[in-house]
Structures are given as structure tokens and as C-alpha cells.
């Protein structure tokens, strides 16, 4: 326990935003596989029904674009032996999704968006570290003004025009590191861009690999469940497991704590064997 916060680390997609990376993944493979590789189905395990929310949560979310393309090659035995469909299906995903990004398919979590203003105005810094190289297409979008316009929230954070990019104080987003999750080195970075020492930060994600990599690095840890996946979370460690931000209290934050509202259901993270 630190005595208190003082930076906040966002995942983007699945934490801020409802992204349509998911969608992508799926949808992009099952192209490739009824047309340009319908010669190596068969010696696959694909089928459009096998790509279920628990592979992309398990094996993709979170993770860099080649990363989560092989992960889900070798999950479905997709054969590729000199790694030229890891490439086109990296390839075709990464069109696929810009596209819909492009065309709105997608929300930003208004839990996220009061969470995110209550954190700033409690005088911790913020930052977004997200593997996606499109978190900025969803985040120049989000118009942060507006929102809080809307649900009527006065804040000094907030100024007229703000986006929800501008809004953070840094974003490593993208970045290409030289470790993806679950090493700690792309939430290192942004602690350290904040100008926060690891142990007075924590990082909010909807990933058990981005839970891991936040723990690796001596961090806090919130876990997001929005996909039925409280355990997944809470077996990577995280401090604490919500299905809203809603629940987190922001008061303990000043505390060095993270935890729920005494009305707020929750799920603390099981011990670690020692």
C-alpha cells in the first residue's frame, strides 16, 4: 500500500472503449478462411463457431498485433510454416478494424469516462498505455466536453473542446516496445512519463496479461470484467475485480488503496502461493 496515488494507467480498448478489435480478429480470420485459405481448412481446427469470446480474452486480448495473430493461429492449428499467413492475417485484421473504427463501430464506456474525470480531479495524474496502435483513432473521437456535459459533471478537469486524448497527461499507446504484456515495460513507461514512481500507480484493464504485466511492475491493479471474465482477472492478481468503475471508491485512492464502495459488489484477488 502506498500512501497515496498519484498516476492512473488506461488500457484503451475494452476498458475505455467498447473496441471492435474483437470483431476484427474474428471476422478478418473467417474471411481468410472460407476464401484465400480454403485449401488448409480442413487441416485446421478453425470454424466460424470455435472463435468464441473466450479465445479473443484468453489468447488475444491485450496482446500486440503479431502476438495475438500467432496466438490465434496456433490455438486454431493453422498451418504456416514461414509465418506469411501470420503476416496477411495481422494484415487483413489491421484493415478491418481501421475501417470500422473509421465508421463508428464503436462506444466509449460512460463508467470509464466518469471514473477517468474523478481520478484527474482527485489530483492524479493519467496516462493511456494500450498495445492497440489505433487507441488514438478511438481517443481523438471521444469528445470528453460533451460527455460531461451530458450527464451533467462539473468539472476542472474538463475544459470546452476537450477530447479524450487530450485529456491524458501521457499516452504510450502504440508504442513498439521491445516486450508486450505481460511484461511490465509498456506500464513502466508510461509511470515513468507521468513522472510517478511504479508503487504509487495502478493501471485499470480488462486483460489478464495486462493485470500480469501490472503486478510484474510492482503496480496496483483494477480489473475491468465487462466480457464474464471476473475470474480470469482475479486469478492474474488484480487488487480488485469490478464490473463497473462505477464501483471503484475513488476516496481510498488518496489513501494508497484500491477498493469498492461498501455497496459495490466485487472480487479481491486470491493470495499468492509463497
Do not use: C
Not at 478489435?21 to 485446421?44: F, G, P, V
Not at 451530458?150 to 485529456?167: D, K, M, R
Not at 510492482?218 to 480488485?240: F, N
Request: aromatic share 8%; no cysteine; glycine share 6%.
Amino acid at each position: 500500500m502506498t500512501e497515496r496515488f498519484q498516476g492512473a494507467i488506461f488500457d484503451v480498448d475494452g476498458v475505455l472503449v467498447d473496441s471492435p478489435h474483437e470483431k476484427a480478429w474474428r471476422e478478418s480470420l473467417r474471411e481468410l478462411m472460407e476464401s484465400e485459405w480454403s485449401d488448409i481448412r480442413d487441416r485446421s481446427t478453425w470454424s466460424p463457431e470455435a472463435f468464441t469470446p473466450r479465445v479473443y480474452e484468453e489468447l488475444m486480448s491485450g496482446k500486440p498485433r503479431m502476438d495475438g495473430a500467432r496466438a490465434a493461429l496456433e490455438y486454431f492449428h493453422v498451418p504456416d510454416d514461414d509465418d506469411h499467413r501470420l503476416a496477411e492475417y495481422a494484415d487483413h485484421k489491421q484493415a478491418m478494424v481501421v475501417r470500422l473504427i473509421e465508421a463508428g463501430d464503436f462506444t466509449a464506456y460512460p463508467d470509464a469516462l466518469r471514473f477517468i474525470i474523478a481520478v484527474k480531479d482527485a489530483g492524479i495524474r493519467v496516462a493511456a498505455a494500450s498495445s492497440s496502435k489505433n487507441a488514438k483513432l478511438f481517443l481523438r473521437q471521444i469528445r470528453l466536453d460533451q460527455f460531461a456535459e451530458e450527464q451533467g459533471i462539473e468539472s476542472p478537469s474538463v475544459t470546452s473542446g476537450l477530447t479524450l486524448l487530450a485529456f491524458f497527461d501521457a499516452d504510450v499507446s502504440g508504442r513498439d516496445f521491445a516486450h508486450g504484456k505481460p511484461h511490465p515495460e509498456m506500464f513502466l513507461t508510461a509511470a515513468q512519463e507521468l513522472g510517478t514512481a511504479p508503487e504509487d500507480s495502478f493501471v485499470i484493464e480488462d486483460a489478464a496479461a495486462g493485470v500480469q504485466a501490472a503486478k510484474a511492475g510492482s503496480m496496483g491493479a483494477i480489473g475491468i470484467a465487462r466480457a464474464e471474465d471476473a475470474e480470469l482477472l482475479a486469478t492474474a492478481h488484480a487488487d480488485i475485480v469490478v464490473t463497473s468503475l462505477d464501483e471503484v471508491d475513488v476516496g481510498a485512492l488518496a489513501e494508497g488503496r484500491l477498493a469498492t464502495r461498501a455497496e459495490a459488489p466485487s472480487h479481491v484477488s486470491p493470495p499468492r502461493d509463497v
